[in-house]
């Protein structure tokens, strides 16, 4: 099983740095699993695509995500990859070249094929994203702990499967 971690987002705009700040504990505190790979793909989610590439059975997404919650609130999603993508919508968001948002970066690689049969996104609710502020607030700050655990609990349940299979 090889399993890519990746964290979303821009550390220079408040709780949208929520993921990386949860890439650099998990790199910092946890030593690494033969299989798993962290990356911080920080804005560049073509970059992420790219990394795509390299073939993965899991990929684990971790971005924040407005779902108007409270502030802090850890959410851990499994998108549904069976429904057709729409090539004219995924023409149409090119606009964008950074592909900053999950659902580009997962639909993209669906037109590559080269999305991973197995996504997660561990996303966290933010209170304040807005440009030229550093740091993550309160609530989002004590949730980068709870969303490494939320991480490591989805590598160890990949993990566990493939032992078992094999």
């Known amino acids: 099983m090889k399993i890519l971690v990746a964290g979303m987002g821009n550390v220079l705009r408040g709780d949208d740095g929520f993921g990386i700040r949860v890439i650099e504990s998990l790199s910092a ?4 699993q033969k299989g798993v790979e962290i990356y911080d793909a920080g804005i560049g989610g073509i970059a992420l695509v790219q990394e795509l590439m390299g073939g993965f059975d899991a990929l684990i997404l971790v971005d924040a995500i407005d779902k108007g919650a409270e502030p802090g609130t850890l959410f851990v999603v499994e998108p549904r990859l069976d429904q057709p993508h729409d090539l ?54 004590r949730a980068v702990p709870l969303a490494v655990n939320e991480v490591l609990s989805l590598i160890s349940e990949l993990l566990s499967v493939t032992s078992v299979t094999a």
């Open 29 to 32: 505190d946890h030593k690494p």
């Open 88 to 141: 004219l919508g995924l023409h149409q968001s090119m606009v964008d070249m950074h592909y900053a948002d999950p659902s580009k970066v997962i639909l993209l690689a669906k037109a590559l094929n080269v999305c991973p049969p197995k996504v997660y996104l561990v996303g966290c609710q933010p209170e304040y994203v807005e440009d030229a502020v550093e740091g993550l607030r309160p609530p989002v700050e």
